[in-house]
Nanobody, 128 residues
Framework: QVQLVESGGGLVQAGGSLRLSCAAS????????MGWFRQAPGKEREFVAA???????YYADSVKGRFTISRDNAKNTVVLQMNILKPEDTAVYYC??????????????????????WGQGTQVTVSS
């Protein structure tokens, strides 16, 4: 079992920055892939970013160049640094983990398929 707790959400003006963290407990050897997804009101949940066990990263086109995902295995934490925020980034952001060790193709990481564990979400609101 893996428990995930997100933090760092809040209200920010357009152009500002926020840093989201996801702390993992349970299986904490760092040997899992992690991802961030978001869901805006009235919309489906969408992929934001992911990081494989190898450290390879993936980003949605809408956040590429503005968001950075990273991990600290010693602290069992994955971080999403969000810069140049836009009102359309407003959503609840969810952290997800895949501790299975199963191989997934790169394209799989743009979907929810690899992830068996999810956090409770943290609200990000960007005002114009």
């Amino acid at each position: 079992q893996v428990q995930l707790v997100e933090s760092g959400g809040g209200l920010v003006q357009a152009g500002g920055s926020l840093r989201l963290s996801c702390a993992a407990s349970g299986r904490t050897d760092g040997s899992y892939a992690m991802g961030w997804f978001r869901q805006a009101p009235g919309k489906e949940r969408e992929f934001v970013a992911a990081i494989r066990r190898s450290g390879r990263t993936y980003y949605a086109d809408s956040v590429k160049g503005r968001f950075t995902i990273s991990r600290d295995n010693a602290k069992n934490t994955v971080v999403l640094q969000m810069n140049i925020l836009k009102p359309e980034d407003t959503a609840v952001y969810y952290c997800a983990a895949d501790p299975s060790g199963r191989y997934w193709s790169g394209t799989d990481y743009y979907t929810s398929r690899p992830y068996g564990y999810w956090g409770q979400g943290t609200q990000v609101t960007v005002s114009s």
